[in-house]
């Protein structure tokens, strides 16, 4: 009966991970009411909740692929996941966040008590990261915004061009080999058809464009457009967060969505318009995973279960500094990567109740709240705890078999469609799921994330530093 | 840089700038405590009583009763909180915190209505009732049944007791009480309405 109840439970928490907008504390509102009706077995709905907590967490990487709303646990996967979904591999982007994500899980059981010993006693180690934790923050930030590796160029000279319209008139002061010559107004000229006959004291009158190159401030520049893009995305996400959202029918609502869909999700379709050749078409089938998969796997669930646990941090935090840890350039690695960290987290967070006898999800406190869940701290646990770990299990196995379905139908949707079209619908359809579950609000964060995110590949540099959204307010909230 | 880059940057940048115009500017409506729930998500404005205050290494927090209910307003800072017994209109965010509902807010969001009475003891209020009637007043007793089984709060040393009303049945026993001291005609003497009790 329990097994049943979680896989209806990690049925429904998929499809509510799959439609951007509707959260599984929703679902787990009407289950706490439904567990509370005489007659009904409290066990079961709790059963139900568990799977659906972690089956929703798995679902979202779907959507965030092909739909641009990712929620907050898989925000950062949502960029390596679009690299992929342009080069029409966005059904191996799914499917490698998603085993990724299973892995994560699995690892992040596996290390559950081993961790508790870690963190909690005898090592202690959750009291020392937590101490260090504003210093290690500052220090990766920092990290981030100085590793950016684009090279602004800020030096401006002029190319002799007889089609150009803008004209420079000035007397000569040097000339230098290869055509090269200065004005006596500092102007630096190049003429590598040797076009202008330039002798020094002459005037000359040429037609030229104007061309940058690099200097020795060029990486210092690269940083500093980072920095700005870090600081405007938080700015920005101070405000929103500060905003809120305020849902018209009073339902349960959450400014996330019109961040993430803004941030990520619209500058991405956008794209779409904009392109001059249409996209690849999906291919239908996932690529295997890269080598050392398992390995990256274990090291985003051990780096989001420690971090999901610490006061103030969730798996969204450790998403996006893993994905500044491991940066080789290799979308499939980092899906793996971040994968494990949203199936880490998600796990991480509901096995905080029995392993600290502290709640890190609403699924878990209302799955607690039903049938209290029993302390786990030996190797063999007890029936309850048992049930509990099955629930994670089948919720990790549908959640991962649901995303991967899913993706393959949106990519057969996305094939079927003209780009274009897609695009309309994609953003017609979250523009109404915003402002329905957010009010009209919404449309402002929505409309300013999606101006922000589309600014990083405009200037050039990661889009990565988009995730000052989350940090810069967690960094605010360490050193306030 | 072309014009399109610049457009984005200059609206990206105005659009900040409205968000956070709105939330230092706006000023949401009134929400009862027993509301709150409806509001998930919404950033809010609530009134009541500050019931008690605590200061964490790395925020703060306060919880605060309008008679109705209580909820906690979480601050990501530690700094200055309104003393105990004070009135406040808090602005924040509702969330869904561990299964209770709590409020996401900062210190600039918090604004005194009316300031705190220190405690009174039972016979300063019967001594001169009418000094403190109509205002919120912290008194310091024993929450105790009387004869009647009317609740009361009674002086210590015997010195007389203070009819109170409680909206929820209290736990008897020394305790801090916050509420407002009104005439009650019928009974021709004073009550007090009490929106808020601790143990002391």
Avoid at chain 1, 50 to 78: D, K, N, Q
Avoid at chain 2, 145 to 167: K, Q, S, T, V
């Amino acid at each position: 009966m329990t097994l049943f109840a979680a896989l209806a439970g990690a049925l429904v928490g998929a499809a509510t991970g799959l439609i951007p907008g509707v959260h599984v504390n929703t679902f787990a509102a009407f289950l706490v009411a439904a567990g509370g009706v005489p007659g009904v077995a409290p066990a079961p709905v709790a059963s139900a909740l568990i799977a659906a907590g972690v089956s929703s967490a798995f679902a979202g990487i779907a959507s965030g692929t092909f739909l641009g709303a990712p929620p907050e646990e898989s925000a950062a996967a949502a960029l390596p996941a679009h690299t992929l979904l342009a080069r029409g591999q966005g059904v191996s982007a799914v499917s490698l966040g998603a085993s990724g994500a299973l892995a994560g899980a699995l690892v992040a059981l596996a290390l559950a008590l081993p961790l508790r010993a870690l963190l909690e006693g005898p090592i202690f180690l959750a009291a020392r990261l937590t101490a260090a934790l504003p210093f290690v923050m500052l220090a990766l930030v920092v990290w981030m915004v100085a590793s950016e590796r684009r090279r602004i160029p800020y030096r401006r000279f002029f190319v002799v061009d007889p089609f150009a319209s803008r004209v420079l008139t000035g007397r000569v002061s040097a000339v230098s080999e290869g055509g090269a010559f200065s004005l006596e107004d500092g102007r630096r000229v190049r003429d590598p058809l040797a076009l202008t006959a330039a002798t020094p004291g002459a005037i000359v009158r040429v037609r030229v464009r104007a061309e940058w190159r690099e200097g020795r401030l060029s990486r210092a520049l690269g940083s500093a457009t980072a920095a700005a893009v870090f600081l405007l995305a938080g700015a920005y996400g101070s405000a929103a967060l500060s905003l809120g959202a305020s849902n018209p029918f009073g339902l349960p609502s959450s400014a996330l969505l019109a961040i993430f869909a803004g941030l990520f999700g619209v500058p991405g379709l956008v794209a779409l318009f904009a392109r001059s050749r249409p996209p690849p078409a999906q291919v239908l089938f996932a690529s295997p995973p890269p080598p050392g998969a398992f390995a990256l796997a274990a090291r985003g669930a051990f780096a989001s279960s420690v971090l999901a646990l610490l006061p103030g941090l969730s798996a969204s935090h450790a998403a996006a500094l893993a994905s500044e840890t491991k940066r080789d350039g290799d979308p499939e690695r980092a899906l793996i990567l971040l994968g494990a960290c949203t199936g880490g987290g998600a796990v991480f967070g509901l096995l905080a109740l029995p392993l600290l006898g502290r709640a890190r999800s609403g699924a878990a406190v209302a799955a607690h709240a039903l049938d209290p869940v029993a302390p786990w701290s030996t190797l063999f646990p007890d029936g309850h705890v048992v049930a509990f770990l099955l629930a994670l299990i089948v919720g990790a196995l549908v959640g991962w078999w649901a995303a991967r379905t899913a993706a393959r139908i949106l990519a057969r949707l996305a094939n079927r469609m003209r780009a274009r079209v897609l695009a309309t619908v994609a953003l017609v359809w979250l523009v109404a799921v915003t402002s329905i579950l957010g009010g009209a609000l919404s449309l402002v964060v929505l409309a300013t994330g999606a101006a922000i995110g589309m600014i990083p590949p405009r200037v050039g540099v990661r889009r990565s530093h988009l995730m000052g959204v989350v940090l810069l307010p967690l960094l605010v909230r360490l050193w306030s | 840089m072309n014009r399109f880059d610049a457009g984005l940057i200059v609206i990206a940048i105005i659009g900040t700038a409205t968000l956070t115009g709105i939330v230092a500017l706006e000023e949401p409506a009134t929400t009862r405590l027993a509301d709150v729930s409806a509001f998930e998500g919404a950033r809010i404005a609530v009134e009541g009583r500050v019931v008690e205050t605590h200061r964490g290494a790395r925020g703060s927090a306060i919880i605060i009763a309008d008679g109705s209910l209580r909820i906690t307003a979480l601050l990501a800072e530690t700094s200055d909180l309104p003393p105990r017994g004070s009135e406040v209109r808090v602005i924040g965010v509702v969330n869904r915190d561990r299964g209770a509902f709590t409020l996401s807010t900062r210190a600039s969001d918090i604004r005194l209505i009316a300031a705190a009475t220190d405690s009174l003891a039972v016979a300063d209020v019967l001594a001169e009732p009418a000094r403190y009637a109509s205002t919120p007043v912290t008194v310091v007793g024993e929450i105790e049944r009387d004869d009647a089984r009317e609740w009361r709060l009674a002086d210590p040393h015997g010195r007389g007791a203070i009819r109170a009303r409680f909206e929820r049945a209290p736990t008897p026993g020394w305790s801090r009480v916050t509420g407002e001291l009104a005439y009650e005609p019928r009974e021709a003497r004073y009550i007090l309405e009490v929106a808020d009790w601790t143990r002391a």
